[in-house]
Each structure stands twice: as structure tokens, then as C-alpha cells.
């Protein structure tokens, strides 16, 4: 299983990206995403969850309001939109595939993408 992150670059202040995470794996489907990220000299943080068929939504209080994942199953692809960045989104966002709880199931992370805001 390979996990692939993208679409993040440098945005200014009150932007909005959205990011992309292919997935190599037939489970991809039936498998629960979810979306981290970790900011410089810090741990990773759980931002949100999307259940295999995209019926339950699940955030942190992170970025909850101003992010929304989705998932396009045809095409084994979530996202993660975040709108309203603010300079402390800054970090490296990662996906895997996670337990109803959000904790990360796939041992090999992908290298994630990384967002910097600032004008």
C-alpha cells in the first residue's frame, strides 16, 4: 500500500488549498481516511476522519469550521479543503487509513505535503 499526499504549497493568509491523498490499495474503498498534519517541532495531530462510504464526518477541534474531507471512491482519492488558513496551519499534512476512533491503521506513512502560510 502506497499513501500519497499533494496539493499543498504556500498560501497566503485567509486562502484555501485542497489537498489530495491517492491511495495504491484495493481496501481503499472500504477503508476509512483520515487527515493529520504535524507542525514543526511538533507531534502529529488527528484533523479529521471520512468513513468508507463518506456518510460520517468526523473533525478535531483543530480545523474544525474551516477544513472538509471528502472522498472520491472511483477514483480511491480523499481531500482534505481547508479555507481561512491562518500562519499556525503551517505544517506537513498527511492521510492513512484510520479506525472509527481515527487512529492511523498503515504503519508506512507517505511523506505528506506541506502547507506554509504566509504573505
Known amino acids: 500500500v502506497q499513501l500519497v499526499e499533494s496539493g499543498g504549497g504556500l498560501v497566503q493568509p485567509g486562502g484555501s488549498l485542497r489537498l489530495s491523498c491517492a491511495a495504491s490499495?484495493?481496501?481503499?474503498?472500504?477503508?476509512?481516511v483520515g487527515w493529520f498534519r504535524q507542525a514543526p517541532g511538533k507531534g502529529r495531530d488527528f484533523v479529521g476522519r471520512?468513513?468508507?462510504?463518506?456518510?460520517?464526518?468526523t473533525y478535531a477541534e483543530v480545523l474544525k469550521g474551516r477544513c472538509t474531507i471528502s472522498r472520491d471512491k472511483a477514483k480511491n482519492l480523499a481531500y482534505l479543503e481547508i479555507k481561512s488558513l491562518k500562519p499556525e496551519d503551517k505544517a506537513v499534512y498527511y492521510c492513512?487509513?484510520?479506525?472509527?476512533?481515527?487512529?492511523?491503521?498503515?504503519?508506512?506513512w507517505g511523506q505528506g505535503t506541506q502547507v506554509t502560510v504566509s504573505s
Open positions: 471520512i468513513s468508507p462510504n463518506g456518510s460520517i464526518l
Open positions: 490499495a484495493r481496501t481503499f474503498s472500504s477503508s476509512a
Open positions: 492513512n487509513f484510520v479506525d472509527f476512533r481515527g487512529r492511523p491503521t498503515y504503519n508506512d
